[in-house]
């Protein structure tokens, strides 16, 4: 298998196959007419796991379970959605005519399908990102707030704390840190000037260790 998604089946701790059912599998083929290897792969090893695929963002699944997004809502006649934002301000998609492609590029689309902008390269590299970023939201010890964070203290923040596989374009732009293989320190976004930062863990202990270094980054002081 090809497409086999150990780090994010590792963030979860997926020691076995988490796979929606074969007759979701068969109805999303239908809905699709085919469906690329690497999502396919990713529906056979991760697609049963709630908390990464129903945290934050929701995986499209015939019987809408996460969400309450029914794949049937998304009938697009030249793009093939299969994850949307929590309140379906935005929708992720491959190009039907690329669904016979292994592994193609991921678009999204802010204004019901009119417009479609490439996101990701790749399938994969869309499904690993929103997974970190679902692990962000889904750990029990979190920063629980977005702080602004500027370039500069982005690179201090890199200098101390490893870079991940997980980057893409989602949301404009993500990058992750991974100091722990518990703990994720992620930012978005906004624009040349500043960016958002938000960061959690399974470790108390390790997120009152990540916590005092980033408090000290972007200097300000921790409640007693």
Known sequence: ?????????????????????????????????????ALENYYRLCGGCTEMNGTQDFLVTPDGRYGHYFLEKFGYSDYCVFYTENQCVSEWAFKKSDSNQENPPVYESYDNGETWLKTTDSVSQFLISQAYMQAVF???????????????????????????????????????????????????????????????????EHFEEIDQIISEILDFEQEE
């Open 138 to 204: 889904s750990y029990e010890y979190s920063s629980e707030e977005f702080y602004e964070i500027t370039p500069e203290q982005i690179q201090i923040l890199a200098e101390k704390f490893p870079r991940t596989e997980a980057d893409s374009d989602l949301y404009h732009g993500v990058q992750f840190f991974q100091p722990y293989p518990d703990t994720i320190i992620m930012i978005l976004y906004n624009n040349q000037e500043y960016f958002d930062l938000i960061y959690s863990s399974e470790s108390e």
């Open 1 to 37: 298998m090809q497409y086999e998604y150990k780090n994010i089946r590792e963030l979860f701790h997926l020691g076995q196959p988490s796979p929606l059912p074969d007759e979701q599998i068969k109805q999303i083929r239908m809905h699709f007419g085919s469906i690329p290897e």
